[in-house]
């Protein structure tokens, strides 16, 4: 009698199940849409939702709005969560992945089987060594070598500094803190007095710069990674003078830097770094690619650094970064906010708007990305390659110059 | 487990049946298999051998962190350290690959003894000093992702090819070799828990100071239960090293909480004495299939933390309710 | 604590002597205390500037927030359970924080209390699940931990929007006094936790039901609402702790708790608490606290990759709690006669 009941149960549930298979099949045969997985690891920071909004606002621009059924996946922090929804997606028959990958390599056996079944992965941000993956990053365009000598500029080659790193044990922080070392060992009046993580994060950067204040209180200068905002809220709750620092893109950042009040109090520098921008512009690649308007071999295809100095540092009235302004006001966004998520050449179909809620701009259609746009990226072993031979002039500086010798 | 036998004949034959399926494993195997029909049902290529053999290699890390952990949890105590012994395995394998079926073998061999020598450090700590083997084994933990992070400071370096391609591949072309490990620490352990050292373990779990009394040396088998976990997280680090290929610093972190939910989704009360390894090795196939069933839904992954919070009380609840009712006389 | 009925049978003997008890918790508290100041001093070694009173200062702002939350996970502790949903209920007050009182800042003087009690109500419902439906309070609150993440995923859209509140702002950055006022909070809020825990008949029923439920029971303690309480009592700190961090550094993000769920748990355990119930002081946990607080801004101060400084970190931890140990207090008090 209770074996009759539960397979009573079982068969409702299954009958609930099929009723929505058959839903989910009706909604895939109208108009043979490109089935494309937005694969996150985690969400949470302004930085992984922005990637994610503009993604799902170009998905619903037209005529991507018609072609393309995008299914959105955040698998967790764990490199093993993100295989598992990688098999799943394959298994379900993607099209394309575009993906912000957690681990350079952990992915790979994954990735190879989804290529032989002829799924195309894009990373964004993130890359991974299996070279079947089209890489979109900036990882390459030396944020660390750049940023760090124009820090020295600004510190006339000598001065205690911090070092505000990302998260330990991870390629993109060694990355970024190998290219800044490659500048700051060959100033010895450069001493770095403190090293911390700030695991990307404003208030953990806050934090681990208060402590770092409390054992170095004589600093002048900090170079950052992620979480720079935080830098210069602990500096002023220890009502302290401002430094010169270079950091990435947030907007509390940047709009710091345009402050007249916090230039008063010494702080100068530069905004570079990682942008959200470049899921779309993966997006957009994958989607040319698909509809045969772009031929295009797997490959590791730079995004361009962003470098915003102070002086450049420009608040918009409007939506979008129009007339070279480069930061969204207090009203519009909140500090935390990634600046680099608009670009008027690769991405001009969107606005603020779409960044914060993954809304379409009402009216805009797609415009082909420019022809010539793909930029090679250098080889860097165990980051976008492996195994592979590291290009000879890996930390070559491309937005400064050095104006003070050793 | 014991009281069994005696319940048998005084009750009707349906509540029989719902008694035994609260011994051991029988109710979270009966999850997972109707669990399993709904994915095989929403996704049909979730029956092939292929599909199935990479859902067994996402499995068996876990499955061998929550076998380790329940050992632990089994004689009323915590493990932490399983991340961290499941990571310094991760960067060793990465960092010193042995090619060929030997240097798999002593790959293993080598990642039994890392753990064995953690789970000695534990024992020592927990056992013999008679710290809180919650305190204690955090204390480890931190230590030992420490150490994998002074072995490998960034994500890198590449896993033997023999131990990537064969340990998750197929033995026919059929049988899983990731199942066949995970069954493989299930059989040692039925075989063990019916030793000395199986009924003291209960025996310690259920009450520690009678144990004692009743001339159980609590100290030595404390300690071995937590020499014979480390051993097992150490294979955990194995297949985790095996299915990924790469090694990373911080790989075992995310083990830590899944495999205690694990352990109680296999019905192993945390508060000792109770439930058994294929149990948990279970209740961490079944948290590897709910997100593949709740993929297969198409179920927003905004929500899925939601479902699975909530399977997680449900299956707690559901096999509390069965045990008081088998109790029921 | 004298009706108290406190038979132990689980632990060794001596125990059950209320007199005995006291005084080992006391000297748990202090050796703490002495401990931090120890490590405070020694810091000068790694860096003159340490040990002044301006790292003790930020020493207390920093510990301000795992002071808070130990404390809840510590009266949960000291009742037999233990609390994993703290990660998400600090999330939870976070992002209620900015994203609702931030945008109706007039209003915040009954708001941010709202917000409390919407983040007790998490707790209510650990404490229900882990008394009514028998839940082990690991998986209970694991899964309250897990839902209470992923509704805020779906509530914010993975995009936490809004700044905080003055209010908020103003506890964290502001000074009263001379001395920064979240010293000030921090001293009030351990005087009434102290007050609560030690001096009322609520902590006393505390400490029955942790000790033995069943003995609690037939004493007299209202057993199913002195369980329950603590579990709001910690998602209260809990929402407290998010709204604190928002004013500290004027943003919510949907990670913001993730690092304070094991330090809550060691500050505690430091402290002298067993993590079976029914033994432990506030102070001690608040020692355990500042210890665990002094120990992170020294270690960030050493200049050494940080795999070593983790493992320097796991070690000074393990040695404080062997220091720390029962054993020596035993023999510490057999002195004292």
């Not at chain 1, 450049?312 to 009235?317: A, L, N, S, Y």
């Not at chain 1, 007339?323 to 519009?332: A, I, L, Q």
Request: charged letters at 10%; one cysteine or more; aromatic letters at 8%.
């Amino acid at each position: 009698m209770n074996i009759n009941r539960m397979k009573t149960s079982v068969a409702t549930a299954a009958l609930a199940a099929a009723s929505l298979t058959w839903a989910a099949q009706a909604q895939a045969q109208d108009g043979e849409k490109f089935k494309i997985y937005l694969s996150l690891s985690y969400s949470g920071n302004a930085w992984q939702s922005e990637a994610a909004n503009i993604v799902k606002a170009l998905a619903a621009t037209p005529p991507y709005d018609t072609q393309v059924e995008l299914i959105e996946n955040i698998s967790g922090t764990d490199p093993q969560a993100q295989i598992a929804a990688y098999e799943s997606m394959i298994d379900d028959g993607a099209d394309a992945i575009i993906s912000f990958p957690i681990s350079s390599t952990a992915l790979n056996r994954t990735i190879r089987r989804g290529c032989d079944e002829g799924v195309l992965f894009f990373m964004y941000d993130g890359t991974v060594t299996e070279d079947c993956a089209y890489n979109v990053s900036f990882l390459s365009a030396g944020f660390g070598e750049n940023t760090a000598q124009a820090l020295v500029n600004e510190l006339g080659g000598k001065g205690k500094i911090f070092l505000s790193r990302g998260v330990p044990g991870n390629s993109v922080d060694q990355r970024h803190t190998d290219g800044a070392m490659s500048v700051f060992s060959k100033y010895p009046g450069i001493e770095i007095v403190a090293e911390y993580y700030s695991f990307w994060d404003d208030r953990t950067t806050q934090q681990e710069t208060a402590k770092a204040l409390a054992a170095h209180p004589q600093v002048d200068g900090v170079w950052a990674q992620a979480g720079e905002y935080g830098v210069i809220q602990a500096l002023l709750d220890a009502g302290r003078p401002l430094v010169p620092m270079t950091g990435e893109n947030s907007a509390g950042f940047r709009r710091a830097l345009a402050d007249p009040e916090m230039q008063a109090k010494g702080l100068r520098g530069v905004s570079s770094g990682s942008g959200p921008a470049q899921s779309g512009y993966a997006f957009k690649l994958a989607m040319e690619i698909l509809t045969g308007q772009r031929e295009l071999e797997p490959q590791n295809i730079e995004y361009p650094l962003p470098w915003v100095p102070a002086a450049e540092v420009k608040i918009c009235e409007g939506d979008s970064y129009t007339d070279g302004c480069n930061v969204f006001p207090e009203s519009k966004v909140p500090s935390s906010f990634v600046s680099e998520v608009l670009n008027p050449v690769l991405l001009p179909e969107i606005n603020v708007e779409s960044a914060l809620n993954g809304t379409p701009v009402p009216g805009a259609t797609i415009q082909p990305l420019p022809a010539d746009v793909v930029v090679t990226a250098n080889n860097e072993p165990g980051i976008n390659c492996d195994p592979c031979e590291a290009a000879p002039d890996l930390y070559k500086l491309t937005k400064v110059e050095a104006t003070v010798q050793p | 487990m014991a009281l069994a036998q005696f319940e048998v004949q005084t009750v009707p034959a349906w509540k029989t049946l719902l008694i035994k399926s609260t011994r051991g494993a029988a109710l979270i195997v009966g999850i997972y298999l109707i669990l399993y029909a709904f994915y095989a049902y929403q996704q049909p290529r979730a029956l092939s051998a292929s599909s199935f053999a990479s859902l067994m290699n996402n499995t068996a890390p876990l499955a061998l962190a929550a076998a380790g952990q329940a050992l632990v949890v089994i004689s009323r105590g915590f493990d932490l350290s399983v991340a961290g012994v499941i990571s310094i395995c991760n960067v060793t394998l990465a960092v010193y690959p042995l090619e060929g079926p030997g240097g798999a073998l002593m790959s293993a061999l080598l990642c039994m003894a890392i753990g064995l020598t953690v789970g000695a450090v534990n024992g020592v700590l927990v056992a013999v000093l008679r710290l809180q083997s919650i305190a204690a084994t955090l204390a480890t933990m931190i230590i030992c992702q420490g150490i994998a992070l002074v072995i490998l400071k960034a994500p890198g370096g590449s896993v033997a090819n023999w131990i990537a391609d064969e340990m998750t591949g197929r033995l026919a072309g059929v049988i899983p070799v990731s199942g066949l490990v995970v069954a493989l620490v299930i059989g040692t352990w039925l075989l063990l828990r019916r030793s000395n050292f199986g009924l003291s373990l209960y025996a310690i779990g259920a009450d520690e100071h009678s144990a004692a009394l009743s001339g159980i040396n609590t100290r030595r088998v404390r300690f071995l239960t937590f020499v014979i976990a480390g051993a097992i997280y150490g294979l955990a680090g194995f297949m985790l090293s095996a299915q990924t290929a790469t090694g990373n610093p911080t790989a075992g972190t995310p083990l830590l909480m899944l495999s205690f939910a694990a352990v109680a989704l296999g019905g192993t009360s945390l508060s000792g004495g109770k439930g058994g390894l294929f149990a948990a090795v279970m209740g961490a196939a079944v948290l590897m299939l709910l997100q593949k069933v709740l993929f297969s839904f198409g179920i927003s992954s905004f929500y899925t933390g939601m479902f699975q919070g909530v399977a997680l009380i449900c299956a707690v609840v559901f096999s509390g309710l069965l045990t008081r009712l088998g109790e029921v006389k | 604590m004298t009706q108290t009925p406190e038979p132990t049978p689980f632990t060794q003997a001596g125990d059950t002597r209320t007199s005995a008890k006291i005084s080992r918790d006391t000297i748990s508290a202090v050796s703490v205390a002495v401990l931090c100041v120890l490590l405070l001093l020694s810091a000068r070694l790694v860096s003159p500037a340490l040990g002044s009173w301006t790292q003790v200062e930020t020493v207390l702002v920093l510990g301000f927030f795992l002071v808070v939350l130990s404390y809840g996970q510590g009266l949960v502790i000291l009742s037999g359970g233990l609390d994993l949903s703290l990660p998400a209920t600090i999330t939870l007050g976070g992002i209620l924080a900015t994203s609702w009182v931030g945008a109706n800042d007039p209003n915040a003087w009954y708001l941010l209390p709202v917000v409390l009690m919407i983040c007790g109500l998490v707790g209510l419902m650990s404490g229900i699940g882990v008394v009514w439906l028998k839940v082990p309070p690991f998986i209970m609150t694991m899964a309250m931990s897990i839902i209470v993440a992923s509704a805020l995923l779906g509530y914010t859209n993975g995009t936490p929007r809004g700044a905080a509140p003055t209010a908020a702002v103003a506890l964290m950055k502001t000074e009263l006094l001379g001395l920064p006022t979240p010293v000030i909070v921090l001293v009030a809020f351990v005087a009434m936790g102290w007050l609560f825990q030690s001096r009322s008949i609520y902590g006393r029923y505390l400490y029955a039901i942790g000790t033995n439920l069943d003995a609690a029971r037939i004493a007299g303690v209202p057993v199913t609402m002195m369980q329950i309480l603590p579990y709001v009592i910690s998602a209260m700190c809990a929402g407290f702790v998010g709204i604190a961090l928002v004013g500290y550094s004027s943003g919510a993000t949907l990670r913001m708790g993730d690092d304070y769920l094991l330090p809550s748990i060691a500050a505690v355990v430091i402290g002298g608490s067993s993590i079976l119930g029914g033994r432990g002081t506030n102070l001690g946990t608040v020692g355990g606290a500042i210890l665990l607080t002094t120990l992170g801004t020294i270690i960030s101060a050493l200049g050494m990759e940080f795999g070593l400084r983790t493992v320097i970190e796991g070690s000074i931890v393990l040695f404080a709690l062997l220091l720390l140990r029962e054993e020596l207090f035993q023999k510490l008090r057999n002195l004292w006669r």
